[in-house]
T-cell receptor, first 111, second 118 residues
């Protein structure tokens, strides 16, 4: 079953702009992860944020986590056409436990 | 980095036949592998958790006799779709967890297998 929802479902921006995607979940979590999936391909792990962390950076990616609101956001700065993909959040309730994926956001970056 | 492969990448079969999909961890040992199913433009749905040397744990609503999982070694798990029907057509993705890397529940995903049942 899906853990939560992501919004927007689809996002179209111009190259160079920032893209923000949000993820909400329903239960307490141990960590939350963001993945990217190019069309018809497997998933690429982007970043993991633990429940006791509030913000994490990796290159052009910035992830925030608000456990009181049970939500997370992924910010991609200075987007590129190559960032065009689907982005999924996934939550783990316990260390080593299975991941439950959100519905995903389809990002299109126009050059 | 940790690499997971899947074979085949695409398979087309006739209704009623069985199809086996392999998932391999190429440069690490994976005591646990996961099998997901993804319909077009939808998210990944976990089907089952595969543990090396023991029976798989299936998610609610997934028929264990329909989707046979075998995890006979630390680097290989197989998913067999038995008596496939057109509604089984989907994108099947496996993932593996590398405990030795110190990763915090990070899973490494295979490239997926596109199954089409005619």
């Amino acid at each position: 079953s899906q853990q939560g929802e992501e919004d927007p479902q689809a996002l179209s921006i111009q190259e160079g702009e920032n893209a923000t995607m949000n993820c909400s979940y329903k239960t307490s979590i141990n960590n939350l992860q963001w993945y990217r999936q190019n069309s018809g391909r497997g998933l690429v792990h982007l970043i993991l944020i633990r429940s006791n962390e509030r913000e994490k950076h990796s290159g052009r990616l910035r992830v925030t986590l608000d456990t009181s609101k049970k939500s997370s956001s992924l910010l991609i700065t200075a987007s590129r056409a190559a960032d065009t993909a689907s982005y999924f959040c996934a939550t783990a309730m316990e260390y080593g436990n299975k991941l439950v994926f959100g519905a995903g956001t389809i990002l299109r970056v126009k050059s | 980095g940790a690499v997971v492969s899947q074979h085949p990448s695409r398979v087309i079969c006739k209704s009623g036949t069985s199809v086996k999909i392999e998932c391999r961890s190429l440069d690490f040992q994976a005591t646990t592998m996961f099998w997901y199913r993804q319909f077009p433009k939808q998210s990944l749905m976990l089907m089952a958790t595969s543990n090396e040397g023991s029976k798989a744990t299936y998610e609610q609503g997934v028929e264990k006799d329909k989707f046979l999982i075998n995890h006979a070694s630390l680097t290989l798990s197989t998913l067999t779709v038995t008596s496939a029907h057109p509604e089984d057509s989907s994108f099947y993705i496996c993932s593996a967890r590398d405990y030795t890397s110190g990763g915090y529940n990070e899973q490494f995903f295979g490239p997926g297998t596109r199954l089409t049942v005619l």
